[in-house]
């Protein structure tokens, strides 16, 4: 599975920013599939996440209420990452991600070394 993350951009505190993850020619959801961010100086963190086991998918308590993660069913289950109300720490290094295989033993959906598939990246960065 090849995933692709559109281009990120620079952005005002305060304004908004939709992340779209392609996977082209994709025929089947993945179990699990989130976005990542990593800080400069920062370990990648989970922002959102969702499973097909659900119900309903995760957030960082620092995105929460301002970001929503969505997949497509109908474009190749494309996914997506509104922010809005966005923040200076908002800043950082995007990923997409996805994983087939359920979550077993220690595997968390929050973890990124669980996923398997990865987008190259696109930067975010938030100004005062």
């Known amino acids: 599975v090849q995933l692709a993350e559109s281009e990120g951009g620079s952005v005002q505190a305060g304004g908004s920013l939709r992340l779209s993850c392609s996977a082209p020619g994709l025929v089947y959801p993945s179990y699990c599939r989130g976005w990542f961010r990593q800080a400069p100086g920062q370990e990648r963190k989970a922002v959102a996440t969702f499973c097909l086991s659900g119900p309903l998918p995760y957030y960082a308590d620092s995105v929460k209420g301002r970001f929503t993660i969505s997949q497509d069913n109908t474009k190749s289950y494309s996914m997506y990452l509104q922010m809005n109300l966005l923040k200076i720490e908002d800043t950082g290094m995007y990923s997409c991600?996805?994983?087939?295989?359920?979550?077993?033993?220690?595997?968390?959906?929050?973890?990124?070394?669980?996923?398997?598939?990865w987008g190259r990246g696109t930067q975010v960065t938030v100004s005062p």
């Open positions: 991600a996805a994983e087939d295989r359920k979550p077993s033993g220690s595997d968390s959906e929050y973890d990124p070394t669980y996923y398997g598939y």
